[in-house]
């Protein structure tokens, strides 16, 4: 099956601690990208990558840090300079000269303890 | 600039009656127009798209008209559905700019269609 994995579905942060949300796709796809959701707000692109070893900051990279050494993967990690982290965050990806039409996985919701 | 405005909030319809859902944006240089579905805890799932070259499209039971003067798309689900209940997104992007790639979206409408 073709598809867009992230993992866990669920992550708890101490305060103070860094965490990583995993994402990998198997589509073949070159760029991928992360989003942040909160109610009410839609959602906010975090970082996205349209080839391996380079990605560009979105409209909310502070707090947030991501690497994209091979193709099928783009984790984030949430840093505890992010002093709002609890949300659901969601990984896309979409194929070059196609990047308008963007696949999303299952999403991780993360929490504060 | 690059915001995308969505109405309404929250919209309740009967079983077989007609969704509209309303999004504005400013960003004229916007020249793709994406519309996603998304069911509570999951990702959203792309329903269908227009360019600006054409005033309507439609898949099935789903119509996004588009008026280019006035800077607004909508979404028309006709025969809503129990199952159509969801949150709707509208986004946007400009597909041949530098920023390529960075959609930018509606804040959403949670649809419930009543049995």
């Given at each position: 099956d073709g598809g867009i994995t992230q993992s866990p579905k669920y992550l708890f942060r101490k305060e103070g601690q860094n965490v990583t949300l995993s994402c990998e796709q198997n589509?073949?796809?070159d760029a991928m990208y992360w989003y942040r959701q909160d109610p009410g707000q839609g959602l906010r692109l975090i970082y996205y990558s349209q080839i391996v070893n380079d990605f560009q900051k979105g409209d909310i990279a502070e707090g947030y840090s991501v690497s994209r050494e091979k193709k099928e993967s783009f984790p984030l990690t949430v840093t505890s300079?992010?002093?709002?982290?609890?949300a659901f965050y969601l990984c896309a990806s979409s194929m070059s000269g196609r990047l308008e039409t963007q696949y999303f996985g299952p999403g991780t919701r993360l929490l504060v303890l | 600039q690059q915001q995308v405005k969505q109405s309404p909030q929250s919209l309740i319809v009967q079983k077989g009656g007609i969704s509209i859902i309303n999004c504005a944006y400013?960003?004229?240089?916007?020249d793709y127009f994406p519309w996603y579905q998304q069911f509570p805890g999951k990702g959203p799932a792309l329903l269908i798209a227009i360019r600006p070259d054409v005033s309507e499209k439609k898949e099935g039971r789903f119509t996004i008209s588009f008026n280019k003067s006035a800077k607004q798309f909508s979404l028309h689900i006709m025969?809503?559905?129990?199952?159509?209940?969801a949150t709707y997104f509208c986004a946007a992007i400009n597909?041949?700019?530098?920023?390529?790639?960075k959609l930018t979206f509606g804040q959403g409408t949670i649809l419930t269609v009543h049995p």
């Open positions: 589509l073949n796809h300079a992010q002093k709002n982290p609890t | 400013e960003n004229t240089a916007f025969d809503s559905q129990p199952g159509d209940s597909a041949g700019g530098t920023s390529y790639g």
